[in-house]
């Protein structure tokens, strides 16, 4: 069988996957002690459309809108879209959408487009949301935010092992190169700033066409990438992004034919949790919600 079309059996999955929960996270050391809030399961919706991106790589926008709305439904635990919106945000809100502009694989501006489009639907000023990355911190709309919407694309990360929805928030600080240390574990300390903390109201990581291998700082390469064509959703960030995790590793374990461990490992994740409490990377501790497409989910 040829490397890359190797097939990862459920058996293959479940022992990988117990392998990352035993003891660790990715083989990653428990960093101080869950709290009683942890415990707690966070919901998480994986949504999948396999016509969302065509053999050219392009988006069908109605889709995209469509796969957001369902993952919003399914999270909010309602049958309307609208009314799932409205739990998160009000039309008193100033919200901020921190994007990611990484130039080989940004956030879709469908989806950001997507999730204007249903802001305002709420009654949100469309001159009160505004979506932005690098420049967050001179941004009018995000110095005054009262709500962010944290939505960016899964990849590998030279130097945090992933670039993650947790790792998205680097710009809300002016030197990001002070958090490279320890394959930026300290990461979640961002979402503890005054400007940052208690605002974020949903997280989307974006598994459209993620990036599942790379070599060196800005490597990209798209024999790593492939049309998993889904959403991740959640209020929790480290769910989503634990979640998001395990997809990209048994992706690569797949494509490699062997165990290929993500490198370096995504230590912030579970740091994020244990020692910064924004949430659960466990898997015990995650209710997956799985809409549509269901072939190779990896999850």
Known sequence: ???????????????????LTMGSFMGLPLIGSLSAKNLEKSRVVLVRDENVVDSRGHLSNGILQNMLDKALAALMDTADPILAWKQLVTPNDIVGIKSNVWYHLPTPEPLEAAIKKRLMDVGVKKENISADDRGVLRNPVFKRSTCLINVRPMRTHHWSGLGTLIKNYIMFVPHPWAYHGKACERLGAIWRLPHVVGKTRLNILVMLTPLFHGIGPHHFSRRFIWPYSGLIVSRDPVAADATGARIIQAKRNSFFGTEKPISPPPRHIAAAGTRFGLGNSRQEHIQLIRLGWEQDILV
């Open 1 to 19: 069988m040829e490397i890359g079309k190797k097939v990862i059996t459920r058996r293959d999955f479940i022992r990988v996957g117990s392998c």
